[in-house]
């Protein structure tokens, strides 16, 4: 959905434009050239109100950015690196690349973007009402710049997550209940309730005013209900790949001796326990892992003369994660390997397998997958 194209760097962070992006800008522009403008200030050649505009929605899509920005650079000064910032349909987005840790940080992270919209939209606001009586299209320009930036304040201080105001709503329930998931799942909640608010009214305005801009009130009803869940599933994957061990969900391992015929291994193992993953021991040291899949692959005329030191997977080269680390650090260690599995070891020996399979069905208990 943060897709983008990549423009250039901002303080060092990586910013793109979403592609739904530029027809918002038209479409803006286009709006207040023919519009807004002409209504405030009549009798100025089309080509004016033309340039007036897109200065408008330079000034504004800029301080969504800013906006971002202020996200971002506190963000940064806790420790929490910032990813990307993306301008899309209806804002920006930084997207930061791992959970915030304490409430505290949560909340000054929440007020770092409004803060900004504020500060941009007093001083937009108050330069252009400064200069109006001078140069009454420049303070026109600026005014309608500075009112867009505190309608940006105004929109995201809404309680409801992902809004900033739902960020401060659920750091202040997480400060004082100490349950981060919790939090979210109120804060999701209140952010569903409020996008069904925008699309009842939405729908509403369509039906009495047909008024075509309402259809714009649905459209962020929708992305605000998707977007809120979405936030709210993340947590709770998040939550739950961290709260388990990789010794968690580890199938334990059945030590057997690399000499072993596939065929041994066969009658003597996997046909009476139906494990899958065994530990071959060469000299009574761990030298790989056989799997029933690696001697299924192998036509069953050889397994009689196939030894388990040649179907392994040499122990060296399988990727490793700690008993005691999180299911979240055992799927990392999988993805940076690109690997199905890894073997867990306790005290740097191998005692079980840890598979995507098993840290996935954390996520989606009840579900075989
Ligand atoms: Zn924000």
Redesign the pocket.
Known sequence: MFGGIRIGRLAGIPFLINPTWFLVFALFVFTIATQELPQMIIGEAEWVYWVCAVTVAVLFFGSLVA??L??SLVSRRFGIPVLSITLYLF??V?QIGKEVRRAREELLI?L???AV?LALGGLFWGVGDLIFAWRPLAGVVLQLAGLLNIVVLLF?LVPGFP??GG?VLRAAIWGLRGDYLEATKVASVSGQMIGALFIAGGIFLIFTQSDLGAFWMVLIGWFLISMARTSYSQAHVQDALQRHKASDVMESLIEVSALLTADELYSGYLRTTGKQFYLALMYDRPAGVVTAHMVERIPRSVWGITPLALLMRPIESIPVVRADQSCQEALLGMEQARSEWLQVTEHGHPVGIVTRAAVLSLLYPGRQL
Do not use: F, I, T
Request: hydrophobic residues 25%; glycine residues 24%.
């Open positions: 906006h971002e202020g996200h804002g920006g930084a929440a770092a973007g409004p919209s995201n809004l900033d960020r």
